[in-house]
Each structure stands twice: as C-alpha cells, then as structure tokens.
T-cell receptor, first 113, second 110 residues
Framework: DGGITQSPKYLFRKEGQNVTLSCEQN?????MYWYRQDPGQGLRLIYY???????QKGDIAEGYSVSREKKESFPLTVTSAQKNPTAFYLC????????????FGNGTRLTVT | DAKTTQPTSMDCAEGRAANLPCNHS???????VYWYRQIHSQGPQYIIH???NNETNEMASLIITEDRKSSTLILPHATLRDTAVYYC???????????FGQGTILTVHP
C-alpha cells in the first residue's frame, strides 16, 4: 500500500543531543513537509520541499534542519539549538506543491529530558 | 492564505448527520477549501476538498456557499469512529504554508 512512514513512533533523547526523524513516502509525490504539533494546538510548519534537492523554511524553522536528496525521503534533524524540542512531529507529502491534498504519516512523538 | 473560523466543539448522535461549519470570509478566487480530521495521536487524515462546486466522496460531502465565504462538511451517518478533531483549511498557491488551526472537536455519542 502507498503511504508515508515515519519512524520511530516514540523517541527519547537527552538535552543537548541532535536527533533525526525519518520520513519515507512511496506515493511518488514531489512535495514534502514537516509540521510540529504541541498539546491542544494546531500544526505549525517547520520546513517544506517542493522538489528533490530543494527545501524552504516554514514558520518555525529555527533549531531544525532537513535534507531532500531523494524524492521519497525527507529526514528532519532536531538540533540542540531547538529550545523546546519535545513535541509530536508530523511528516506529509502532496502530489505537487499547490492545489493538492496533503497525506500525513502517523507521527513521531519526541521527548527530550 | 485565508484564515478560517470553526466552532470549538460539536456533538452528534450516532447514525445522524454531522454538519460541521467553517467560515472563510477572506478566501481568494484561486484558493481551495480542504477538510482534514485527526484522531488522537495519529496523523491528520484528508477528507475532501473543493473550489466552487459542492463535492462528495465516500467519506463526506462538502457544501460551499455561492459567495465562497463559508462551507459545511457533512458526515451523512456519523459513527463513534468519526469522533475526532476536524480542520477546515483554505489554500492555493502557497499550500505548504497553510495554517492548521484549533479545529472542531466532534464527539459522536451512542
């Protein structure tokens, strides 16, 4: 079945460590996105990529980095510079960057202590 | 992108139709209306989208007013599994920068 796979589902890290969240899609979608969701709040865009080897900052990119070396993969690194990294992270993709529904993975819940 | 306004919460009896409203008075001509839902601890699920005409798929119907300033998502026969947070989102050429707001918490009762 086509879809988006995020791994792991739960991730625990010590403060000061970088951590990379995986996102893979087999939908042959051009665009991919990373969102963050905090308890009781909506989704906030971290980074997005319209096409391979291209990505842009979203609304809350500070403390995060991404790469898009392959069409199907869009990993997110949460660096030690991110002040409040504990959150639910969601990856999404769409056929194209505009006028196309987003398809989401089931998220990674990151806890940093 | 245009902002949307949704009620914070709604209730519905199982088997009845659930009608979820959304106001988007600042929508521009090339912006679509999208609906998603999110069940606790899962990723949002795409439901339906439309530009001007009413739309229907296997999950729901979308009714957009003629002036496009508001829309209604209709779940024709709500089940307990439809209990979720429903997001109404408007977007077009800057789709990736859409804002998912607080949404409407729909609770379906037995």
């Amino acid at each position: 079945d086509g879809g988006i796979t995020q791994s792991p589902k739960y991730l625990f890290r010590k403060e000061g460590q970088n951590v990379t969240l995986s996102c893979e899609q087999n939908l042959n979608h051009d665009a991919m996105y990373w969102y963050r969701q905090d308890p009781g709040q909506g989704l906030r865009l971290i980074y997005y990529s319209q096409i391979v080897n291209d990505f842009q900052k979203g609304d809350i990119a500070e403390g995060y980095s991404v790469s898009r070396e392959k069409k199907e993969s869009f990993p997110l690194t949460v660096t030690s510079a991110q002040k409040n990294p504990t959150a639910f992270y969601l990856c999404a993709s769409s056929y194209r960057y505009y006028n196309s529904p987003l398809h989401f993975g089931n998220g990674t819940r990151l806890t940093v202590t | 992108d245009a902002k949307t306004t949704q009620p914070t919460s709604m209730d519905c009896a199982e088997g009845r139709a659930a009608n979820l409203p959304c106001n988007h008075s600042t929508i521009s001509g090339n912006e679509y209306v999208y609906w998603y839902r999110q069940i606790h601890s899962q990723g949002p699920q795409y439901i339906i989208h439309g530009l001007k005409n009413n739309e229907t798929n296997e999950m729901a119907s979308l009714i957009i007013t003629e002036d496009r300033k508001s829309s209604t998502l209709i779940l024709p026969h709500a089940t307990l599994r439809d209990t979720a947070v429903y997001y109404c989102i408007v977007g077009g050429t800057s789709y990736g920068k859409l804002t998912f707001g607080q949404g409407t918490i729909l609770t379906v009762h037995p």
